[in-house]
């Protein structure tokens, strides 16, 4: 259980802001958010990887003055999320047999160090947390195996890979702000423990964390996490496509995407096509010859389109991305194990329609992921796109819990919190 009192601090570094909070626990044991603040990130970030340093410690810096003075109280150091298309996950297992028939420190650094074997790579880090591990004791499911009898000690732990700049400029941009990276979590993870519930972990759902460039996907069953994937898309897919259809500004183009969303009236006509077994024409816009009054189009280009040609751009590019996820679990056999159905999360589930769309989709339960299980006082806070921002905080939580408890060292400025007893060589990367 964390400290009472503690105050932690989380930065999720997005394509299109980057966003601080700084939450402590109360003495009933609810965390509490006391601060956040956000700044844009104008293309110094794209998919997790920093761009333009300089810009990205401007947005930081802004980011984290604007928590801190709402809050009342400045962070020595930070968590933070990653992710992106550039990095692999893997769920491995390691398996320890019991000579005193008792659980200690040294059997869990030994099962761990036998699932992280091979996994080293030039010019990769290797990360895991503390959220991620699962612990059998002779295949039986313990929440912390420390101090249990049996005669097998296993293991199951999910890993990311990353290229090593990813995390060392990181780690370069939040030590600029005279602040520490404590340590740092897989970002489709954080968004999961974010906003879900323990029955959803329970009896299976999928966590779509979509951002500006990419879509993360956690999915669980049995508490269990069954998958995760970065895809190389996200919402400023949408953007761009609306912003050459209509030759106009990617800001205006963002804009009337948020205003009318994914049309319903496409979205029905499609799913009774597929049902039907063949898609009506596209023909039919969702208010026949509504029009639309653009302001940013080039010159020489029309300033007044039919609300039909947005429509179609809009329902047609979200539908192909929403497929290709689709498509991803069937691959796997994943699909079955959506009892819970799946969960929109991220600054791109605020377009309308999406969780309509989606339910046609994947023919299964959709939400919005709002944060879930926190005290969420800033009312600009409780909105999906903080999600994964509030499963950063979450994390944090669980780590300096389990740094007072002796299952890992804290290795504050440093990034990766460690395992007692792990080789010197898998300590730099395992946290």
């Known amino acids: 259980m964390a400290k009472r009192g503690e105050v932690i601090g989380g930065v999720d570094f997005g394509s299109h802001r980057i966003r601080v909070a700084i939450a402590r626990q109360r003495a009933d044991g609810e965390i509490q958010i006391i601060g956040h603040g956000e700044a844009p990130s104008r293309g110094c970030v794209v998919q997790g990887i920093i761009q333009d340093l300089g810009e990205a410690q401007h947005a930081l810096r802004r980011a984290l003055q604007a928590a801190e003075k709402e809050a009342g109280k400045k962070v020595a150091s930070l968590f933070c999320g990653v992710g992106g298309k550039n990095v692999e996950t893997c769920i491995r297992e390691g398996h320890v047999k019991l000579e005193k028939q008792e659980v200690e420190l040294e059997h869990l650094e030994e099962a761990l160090d036998q699932a992280s074997r091979g996994l080293l790579a030039p010019g990769k880090r290797v990360v895991s947390s503390i959220t991620s591990q699962e612990w059998y004791v002779d295949d039986l499911r313990v929440g912390d195996p420390i101090g249990l009898r049996g005669t097998v000690l296993k293991t199951r732990v999910h890993f990311a890979q990353l290229p ?8 370069t941009c939040i030590e600029s702000q005279g602040r520490d990276l404590e340590d740092v979590v897989f ?4 968004a999961a423990i974010g906003c879900l519930t323990p029955e959803d972990m329970e009896l299976g759902v999928a966590v779509l964390d979509m951002g500006r460039s990419t879509t993360g996907l956690a999915m669980y069953r049995d508490r269990r996490i069954l998958a995760t994937h970065s895809f190389e898309w996200g ?11 209509l030759q106009i500004s990617f800001e205006e183009a963002n804009d009337l995407i948020l205003e009318y969303g994914v049309p319903e009236a496409l979205i029905r006509a ?10 009506k024409p596209a023909a039919v816009g969702s208010d026949g010859t ?7 189009a080039v010159r020489g280009a029309p ?12 329902y047609e590019r979200s539908r192909e991305l929403m497929t290709k996820v689709r498509q991803y679990l069937h691959a796997r056999g994943l699909v079955k194990n959506l009892v819970r159905g799946v969960v929109i999360t991220g600054g791109t589930a605020s377009i309308k329609n999406q969780t309509l769309l989606a339910e046609t989709i994947f023919q299964a339960p959709v939400r919005v992921g709002l944060p879930d299980s926190i005290d969420i006082l800033p009312q600009p806070v409780n909105n999906p796109a903080y999600t994964p921002l ?22 504050r400025g440093f990034v990766g919190s ?5 080789t010197n060589t898998f300590t730099k990367y395992f946290f």
Do not use: M, W
Request: proline share 1%; glycine share 12%; aromatic share 6%.
């Open 390 to 411: 509030v499963g950063v905080i979450r994390h944090g939580f669980e780590y300096r819990a389990a740094t007072r408890s002796g299952r890992i060292e804290s290795s």
């Open 164 to 171: 090593a700049v990813i995390e060392d400029n990181l780690s």
């Open 235 to 245: 919402g400023f897919h949408l953007t761009r496509d609306v912003a050459a259809g």
């Open 270 to 279: 499609g799913f009774e096509g597929e049902e039907g077994g063949e898609e």
């Open 187 to 190: 970002l489709p993870l954080a």
């Open 303 to 314: 300033t007044i389109v039919e609300r039909q040609v947005l429509d179609h751009i809009i």
């Open 418 to 422: 460690l395992v007692h007893g792990l």
């Open 290 to 296: 509504a029009h639309i009054k653009l302001k940013s």
